[in-house]
């Protein structure tokens, strides 16, 4: 069975770091990345990256502070997320999937998602 569960998720005030985790079972996946979804809004592509560890931003935003990377051996996903800003409160979410992409089509197993609260 494939299961994606992710972890260090939290509050914390502007202008910290944050450190999430996904870890990956059952299989192993061309690309891991992760999405964002704030109440009332759309759900956001954020990041990912594939095995041969190409990787995409969902915005310049997000590119210019957050970090993603994966251990294969572990089939581990991670994001480093610096300079938090409240705007990046929301609901993360993990996902894998067949091919590298920014839309939600691309990734066919999703997991529970975990709040990342950020202050002002």
């Known amino acids: 069975q494939v299961q994606l569960v992710e972890l260090g998720g939290g509050l914390v005030q502007a202008g910290a770091s944050l450190r999430l985790s996904c870890a990956a079972s059952g299989r192993t996946f061309h690309t891991m990345g992760w999405f964002r979804q704030a109440p009332g809004k759309e759900r956001e592509f954020v990041a990912a990256i594939s095995n041969f560890a190409q990787s995409m931003f969902g915005s310049d935003s997000v590119k210019g502070r957050f970090t993603i990377s994966r251990d294969n051996a572990k089939n581990t996903l991670n994001l480093k997320m610096n300079s938090l800003k409240p705007e990046d409160t929301a609901v993360y979410y993990c996902?894998?999937?067949?091919?590298?992409?920014?839309?939600?089509?691309?990734?066919?197993?999703w997991g529970q998602g975990t709040q990342v609260t950020v202050s002002s």
């Open positions: 996902a894998a999937g067949s091919t590298l992409g920014r839309v939600q089509r691309n990734y066919e197993y």
